[in-house]
């Protein structure tokens, strides 16, 4: 069935450094995927997005391009800030329905 | 922001007693949907709405039950809260079509004593 997995946390990285948090999906057609990020006490937020292969979703710094080839979609930041700390989710949306599948969350902590 | 509000945003109740929670929106969405979050877990679905009086189960529905009455209004009920239902609540929205993405309420944090 569908599904999404994205790497374990906590992830810990010192202020500057690169950041790679990995996601893989499973899934019967060409879903779109997304990157959510959650803040300390908020709702979820929609970070990027990328509905067909080779798409690159990109917003504060953050990217991530749709790899139909390994069925994936890895969130990357070059340069990481202190206020990038917070929970990272992956999640796809298959095409032939409504109903959203989410990994289970990356926890990234950034120290100065 | 899309417009959601979830309401109440914080309560503690007793094991038994019935806790029903509220979505609400202003974005004239079809798709409305109950989350679950847990540690270790991430988000699990409850239930879902694709219209008005149209519902549909998710992964872990037992012990749920939901409403939809109206387009901007989803209802989330638990007949006789436990404490396994300890828990944050999320409410998410999305409109038709693939490429849609879900928009998400701030939460309701639940627990059952």
């Known amino acids: 069935g569908d599904s999404v997995t994205q790497m374990e946390g906590p992830v810990t990285l010192s202020e500057e450094a690169f950041l790679t948090i990995n996601c893989t999906y499973t899934?019967?057609?060409?879903?779109?995927l997304f990157w959510y990020v959650q803040y300390p006490g908020e709702g979820l937020q929609l970070l990027l997005k990328a509905t067909k292969a080779d798409d690159k979703g990109s917003n504060k710094g953050f990217e991530a391009t749709y790899r139909k080839e390994t069925t994936s979609f890895h969130l990357e930041k070059g340069s990481v800030q202190v206020s990038d700390s917070a929970v990272y989710f992956c999640a796809q949306l298959p095409n032939t329905g409504n109903q959203f599948y989410f990994g289970t969350g990356t926890s990234l902590t950034v120290i100065p | 922001d899309a417009g959601i509000t979830q309401s109440p945003r914080h309560k503690v109740t007793e094991t038994g007693t019935p806790v029903t929670l509220r979505c609400h929106q202003t974005e004239n969405h079809r798709y409305m949907y109950w989350y679950r979050q847990d540690p270790g877990h991430g988000l699990r679905l409850i239930h879902y709405?694709?219209?008005?009086?149209?519902?549909d189960k998710g992964e872990v529905s037992d012990g749920y039950s939901v409403s939809r009455s109206k387009t901007e209004d989803f209802l989330l009920t638990l007949e006789s809260a436990t404490s396994s239902q300890t828990s944050v609540y999320f409410c998410a929205i999305s409109g038709a079509g693939t490429y849609n993405e879900q928009f998400f309420g701030p939460g309701t944090r639940l627990t059952v004593l």
């Open positions: 709405s694709y219209g008005v009086k149209d519902t």
């Open positions: 899934a019967t057609g060409y879903p779109s």
